[in-house]
């Protein structure tokens, strides 16, 4: 099961609520019986693997993203900064420049092309990363602070913590934010492979299939692992045949399970058949990404 060449795995879902999270939890400590595994939690929104762990806190940061303060004593109004602004976070009103810290994508165009430094570049907190140790597992999470409008750039900085701190450890697993917007997008970029969670109803296969649109589009070897199997129909199912898309597993549809996870623990411990799923999931990901054959 050790994978020599470090193996970075994005779990992604094109809707919330498919079991996402169960997965990721489940994979992580399953590897961690035996390997040093990396957990990250990247859906900076609403983060919550972190239930599923009573780990130590070895450490925690504050994370910043640099935004212009304008400073009026040496400002012309020459009116520069708000022509370069593509995101229309600095703005002129008579003889006055405002600058809406939530647009600003630290560019630093108007800081850089302001003829007189009226627009230096400060730290503003965005969120809080942690780093947890449970035996084995080493768990990362961010969470976005309340009304700050961009989770990619705290997703970013999550993911270069993790690759400085964390590369000698051979095999990393990204909790991606559900849907296949940018944050979808900026979570499973660096992945070597990636596992699309859905469920087999009408409303899966829908996002199922926008999410294999976002991953062919990143040119990203994927599977499909189907959550709560044994509901609904198995369009999903046909679909991921027509389409020639590998189904990792199926999980099935248990009370237990559901049970389970409610109360913060870990299925695959209860259910030898999940935790078979598990072992075929990673040694799929590892011949997929060492032969190439997704």
Known sequence: MTNPKPLKIAIASGKGGTGKTTLSTNLAAFIAEQDEVVLVDLDVEEPNSGLFFNGILTHEEDIFKMIPQWDESKCTLCGICPKVCNYHAVIQLGPTILVFPELCHSCYACSELCPVDALPMIPKKTGTLRDFQIEKLHFVESHLDIGEEQAVPLISKTKKYV???????????????????????????DADFVILVTEPTPFGLH???????????LKKPFGVVVNRYGIGNDEVIHYCREEN???????????????????????????????HSLSDILDYCITAVRGGIA
């Open 245 to 275: 898309i590998s189904i990792l597993s199926k999980i099935p549809n248990k009370r237990k399970i559901a049970e389970l996870y409610s109360s913060g623990k870990l299925m695959y411990r209860d259910f030898p058949e999940v935790k």
């Open 163 to 189: 690759a400085r701190k964390y590369s000698h450890v051979s095999i990393t697993i990204f909790d991606s934010p559900p849907g296949t917007s940018c944050l979808v997008m900026e979570a499973t970029k």
């Open 207 to 217: 996002d199922l299939s926008l999410a294999v649109e976002t991953m062919r589009a």
